[in-house]
């Protein structure tokens, strides 16, 4: 049983709404019919092919997803690939790649899609509720569920970048593998969300473009917006990609600085002790076994050197390093 | 109550100015009138899409700030988004983000701001003493509060670029985080500006370039002029991120440095101590149980040989050094 | 006795095949004929010139094998020359590149490679058993057989994409010059299907874009298409070079990491056996012979002094590498 | 007094010169004048205003040095804006930047400069001894000065280049600090000259691409020179920064070898005294105390142990490392 | 005596050649003739400009060699310039640049050149030896010489890339310093040979496309080969670039691991022999002046300890170590 779900209003504004083949083809003059499918499956995509002679191309798209962006023209109607992301939680751990798969022609616009697209159902809660939506012309359905689709990368975007700022801060205080781990993590989102995000600017700058017949001009004006958007969030993507050259610039040269540290101490430990245990280790030698140094140990000369050269050691050491600036 | 005030000129020269709602509508033929709305709330914007009948979309981009520098043309007027940095103090802290949202019509001029643009109160200020400024035109209007917004990057960016240099000398000195925790601010504040500046460059080319009738030619010179100073902007904008590169390089390096002579200190002090340290042992040890080397050890020689070895070995090792160019 | 075969279809619809040099020349009209020539010898190539007066430059370019990919028109016919990978195995190893030379006329297609390949063997196939497959024009044909080609990258990018992101999690556990190599080793497959498959895309474009006769409209649209997934190719390939660096930096980060654990090892190592090892120097001085200093020495207080700093030194060091976060 | 002198020549072929106001405004028909303004002070540029009636916006850009190289046509004339690098001494120390704002109308070319620019004195000196100079039009006189400016850059990128292949093979022999100071200053000035000549490249190409009225098809042959010279520059300076990253690059790994060869030395060190330390210590042990020991310490054989162990270490450690590739 | 020589075919296809001053000159009506100049001082080049007429711009770029490479319409001929690059031995050590100069008219090809070029010799040796050579159109001669010259780029980047893979394997088993500076070679020859190339595209582009007068539509087809050559020699620099990214960065993390070598190393010398030296200090201390302990240490108990700790400290630390995965 296929997912089908319609919705249609005529030429006098009487809505229908119905579920199921009822209704699944192309609507007589006068009809309005935006058909919803919610799976890709071969038998409903051949029951599309058979009512509504979609090209077979188009049809092979719509079964396997992972799609670029894109924007055919068929004869009296346009195929358009749009894809969208989401996630869930305030951190960003896994975006969910959303594709819709749409043929708009002059009386009908159908929608397929794998998954549940939040931006799309809630414009069909919109036009069920209120018909009027669907008078606007179904162009400008297709733009109010694209633009749906698209802003939410927003606020996507934005958490990716005040994560980024965060870490950076963080790295600069002491680095932790976890963070390294985590910034490429968002670089990979990053290099996925420009992927997809970057050839949906040019579809949807041919939508604004062009004084197609399908699409009003009335409605061009806000798929430019849409583009307008696009642009925005590629160059946040780019911007993205910036300060996450940052935050690996950030962790190299904290490791490294970390590293001068670590060598700093060791430098002033020797310092101090490798000095300290010549001398023990010079009075610790067998004088009765070298009768010429013997006596002339046996002094406090000696005695009052030693004491003074353990005391002085340490202390010239702190000096020196302080006069280069070591500490 | 709406934040509005209207300065008016009609066609014989008079001039008029008030605050409130008053003439805050399209003026009659012979009377040109520019509105600055100093605030974006629903209610001033819903008086204007009232009594200006401005797009939709037009007015939602000014109820939400952080738009996109853009132009676009609605039949009879163009509606325009200019963005502009200042700061404060001498070094360049925290960036001050000024959006100007403007609808340009034949006879009007409607600008919506949010905060206080300084360039925007300089020109109002002079057509309200002089109100042949009005009479040049309400596009050449619209070009000097675009000039004075653009005009105000080039003090940030010089100062930018200054500190930069400074900074990459005192890396290069002795490197300490504060400095490279202050690049990538000035590299996160560089990122911002071409993110605002770069589309900026277009619209105004666009202004330049067409001999839009709401945008006489004379004007039009004046536009392209603004083009310049963003083509610099940009330019400079890219100069400083390869500074940027510099200082990050610098960094990385001088830290190396670092470690390097930390390195060295440890190898002379080890070259020194170590041999030595072995020379006191070899004394220390209990010859009286070794009645083999007993004899062998009590002679001048070996007397003479250890203080030659602990003379010998610090001169000879930093000879050594000198010659591998250490020091 | 050169390696041709042939495959032809009359205007009735009949099937022929045959091999060796029969039929090898222009069909008369009505009859479609589709050449496939499995060597790229000197001797074969002089028939093709003979019989179908091929420009030389065309014939030289298919007598040496790695050309680029590209379209040139002939009067009558094209000249494509189209590239793509296979490779064996579940990790990429070693790339094979196919080259695939073809000249296309309104009548015939001759394709001339030098191994054997895959996806044309796959439609040489289907069109023995169905010769249906030839009446969609020799155009189509063309287009099945680049399809192919060019589809077989797909899998391969996955592969790799994988395994770097495999990689880059190792790299970051532990990093093993082996891995660096591993990358290496991708990142020149990747550079050398770049270099292959982005001109091949404009080659695309071309079939895709011009109502060329040879090529019919409803063609043009399945080559548009292979561009399309072309462009998807490429995109990954850059994706692919982005998480490359990834890994590069994840190495270099890695190791860095790595140096600094060894260091604060020898420094935790230093900071407790260099003081101990004073103390015990400390004690194996020969006090006998220090008469000044030998009946201080024989308190209790100094002994129970070494105990306390016996222990106290290496507790001591440890809790203030605890407060610098080295542990 | 205001700076100025004029060079004419009339229709005849005689020649005038004069410093001062005289002759400084638009020369009659059939009178060719070349007026140059060695300074940029308000007074000065407010007689050109009032005498040939320039633009506002480009006697502005006279007033304010630092502009961008540019092209502006008004009416009757061209306002150019062009810039060149000298610099003294064989190193490149400091670039002077000079800028020359010119004026080119039909039959008059006024020059604007604050500084005394090398090549438009040597026009100016030829062209006072060899009046024909100015018969071959003022456009040509122009191209003369522009071509003077730009193939100054020459010599600048060439030293250079030169000096950076000098610093990367000194670097590789033995980095300093110097050499990095000295190489981000050859990028600050590459990065200086590429700001400057980029967008000058454009409006050459300007010059010499439109058959301007005021720009004869014969000059536009040489503009086009010009051109192409700062093809040439442009891609050396391009060329310049590639090799920069060459020399940042050698230091860098200089310095890390710096340190491999420190650490070397360190673990060689020590991997010679540390045993030899043992040993010694070993036989400093007060073996009366170890009744149990001490008369297995009186062997001759452990005698013999001793001195093997002493040779033995170093010279194993030393065929150890060889067989690592360390030395 | 300049160093002319004359290659010329007339109308009934009978060959002449001569050496020196004689037929230097626009051929007559029916006459094709092929100038070769080997040397560029300035009285031959005079003597080109008094016969022929050429542009003074064009004679000054043959005089001073090291152009950019162009194509420049002078009227009645082509003025072109073209450069490719030799080089001797297996190993890329030193390229030979050659520059070729070409005046191409409708009856005569003018090459100017300073150093031997083989593709030109080549070329001329065969139309001396085959008079139909020249018949084919001086345009195909052209052709033949610069395809040639372009030609000879290919086996030069086969061999440094060739090079560049096997650095970089050596490389990532031991890093030499020789290793570097090669890489650093190849890079320069890469950056010399893409500032070379990367116009002369253009120029072939030019020739390929446009349907000009002085080259038939036959060889365009031809100049579009070499195009292809470029575009391919280009895209192996591109790709050579990519290469020598990773032979760098090969080279710093074989550093950086060859460095973490030596730390393990040192690492697990100062894990055995530092708590070594403790224990053999700890037993060298004088009891005898420490009566509290003496007795205590007498017993078998403490000397088994001693042992003990002498064998257990080396080999607890290597398990430690191998826990870590150090080793």
């Known amino acids: 049983m296929a997912r089908f779900r319609v919705l249609e209003i005529d030429a006098e504004g009487r809505k229908a709404a119905s579920e199921g083949l009822t209704r699944v083809d192309p609507p007589p003059a006068g009809v309005t019919r935006w058909i ?8 409903s995509l051949e029951i599309l092919r058979e009512r509504f002679h979609f090209h077979p191309l188009a049809l092979e798209d719509c ?5 670029r962006p894109k924007l055919e023209e068929y004869g009296d109607h346009l195929f358009l690939v749009t894809q969208g992301f989401t996630c869930t939680g305030t951190r960003v751990k896994d975006l969910d790649l959303h594709e819709l798969h749409a043929f708009l022609g002059e009386r009908y616009l159908v929608t397929v899609h794998a998954d549940t697209i939040p931006a799309l159902e809630a414009i069909w809660q919109r036009a069920t509720e209120d018909p009027r939506s669907l008078e606007r012309g179904l162009d400008f359905v297709y733009y109010l569920i694209a633009d749906g689709l698209v802003d939410q990368s927003f606020p996507i975007l934005d958490r990716i970048a005040g994560e980024l700022e965060e870490i950076e801060d963080q790295v600069l205080e002491g680095p932790r593998r976890s963070q390294l781990s985590r910034v490429f993590q968002l670089k990979r989102h990053l290099v996925t969300m420009r992927q997809v995000l970057s050839p949906q600017r040019d579809t949807m700058a041919m939508l604004a473009r062009r004084n197609h017949e399908l699409v009003s001009e009335r409605t061009a004006l806000y798929f430019r917006d849409v583009y307008d958007h696009l642009s925005r969030i590629n160059e946040s993507i780019e911007a993205g990609r910036d300060l996450l050259g940052n935050a690996v610039e950030a962790y190299l040269s904290s490791a490294s600085n970390r590293t001068n540290e670590i060598m700093k101490y060791l430098a002033l430990l020797s310092a101090v002790f490798l000095p300290l ?8 030698q067998n004088f009765d076994n070298l009768p010429g140094i013997r006596d002339w140990v046996h002094s406090d000369t000696l005695m009052l050197s030693m004491v003074a050269i353990c005391v002085a050691t340490p202390i010239g050491m702190l000096f020196w390093f302080r006069s280069k600036h070591w500490f």
Chains 1, 2, 3, 4, 5 share one sequence.
């Open 36 to 43: 919803d499918l919610a799976e890709t499956n071969d038998e």
């Open 63 to 67: 079964a396997h997803l992972d799609q």
């Open 277 to 284: 245990a010549f001398v023990v280790g010079f009075f610790g």
